[in-house]
C-alpha cells in the first residue's frame, strides 16, 4: 500500500523524469548517428587524397552543393573556387575516376560538366599498353558514355578500362579512368 501512495504522489516527476531520459537517449542516437556518418565522410576523403591514376597533380578536395539535370546538360556546382585554386579546364575526378571538367569558376564556387552531359567528349585510351585512341562523348543524364573513331579492326573486350589519353593539348591528365566498356557493335560500313 506505501509503495502505491509513494508511486502515486510521485508518479508526475517519474513521468518528467522518463521524458527527460528518453530525450537524453534520442540526442545520444543522433550524436551516435552523426559520428558514424563522420567517419564514413573521412574514409571517403581519405581514399580521394590517395587516388593512384592522379601522381603528384595538385589536389583541391571540393564537395557538390548543386546538381542541375536537364534531358541534354548535366552540371554540378562545388563549394570551391579561384580562391581555393580551382580553375576553368581543370579536369574533377572521384573515387571512380573522371568526372567532369570546369567550365565556370567563380570566387567560392567552380561549375563542373560531367562527362556524361552532351557536350562533352574526351579522348581516351586503352587496349595493350593503351595504345588505342578513340573519344568518348557524353549521351546526356542518366546515359551510358559513347565512344567513337575506335580504329577498324580493334578487338575489344567487355569490362575493359579506358583512361584519359592525354592529347588535346593536355586537357586532362593521362591515364585517368575515363569508363568500362558495357557493350559495343559495328555499324554497315565502318
Excluded at 11 to 19: C, D, F, I, K, P
Excluded at 61 to 71: G, I, R, Y
Excluded at 140 to 147: D, E, I
Amino acid at each position: 500500500i506505501g509503495d502505491f501512495f509513494a508511486g502515486s504522489v510521485n508518479y508526475g516527476s517519474l513521468q518528467s523524469e522518463n521524458q527527460q531520459l528518453q530525450a537524453t537517449i534520442g540526442r545520444l542516437r543522433l550524436q551516435l548517428n552523426q559520428t558514424g556518418a563522420l567517419r564514413q565522410q573521412v574514409r571517403e576523403l581519405d581514399s580521394l587524397e590517395h587516388l593512384p591514376y592522379l601522381g603528384s597533380l595538385p589536389l583541391v578536395t571540393a564537395q557538390m552543393t548543386q546538381f542541375d539535370l536537364s534531358n541534354f546538360d548535366a552540371d554540378i556546382t562545388l563549394d570551391k573556387g579561384r580562391s581555393s585554386g580551382v580553375l576553368v579546364g581543370m579536369p574533377v575526378v572521384g573515387a571512380g575516376g573522371l568526372v567532369g571538367q570546369v567550365v565556370e569558376a567563380s570566387h567560392g564556387t567552380a561549375t563542373v560538366q560531367l562527362i556524361t552531359d552532351s557536350r562533352s567528349s574526351v579522348g581516351v585510351s586503352f587496349g595493350p599498353n593503351n595504345q588505342t585512341y578513340a573519344t568518348a562523348t557524353g549521351q546526356g543524364p542518366g546515359n551510358p558514355l559513347s565512344v567513337q573513331y575506335i580504329p577498324a579492326q580493334t578487338h575489344l573486350h567487355k569490362g575493359e578500362f579506358m583512361y584519359t589519353n592525354g592529347l588535346a593539348d593536355g586537357e586532362f591528365p593521362p591515364n585517368i579512368p575515363v569508363g568500362r566498356v558495357h557493350s559495343f557493335r559495328a555499324t554497315v560500313g565502318s
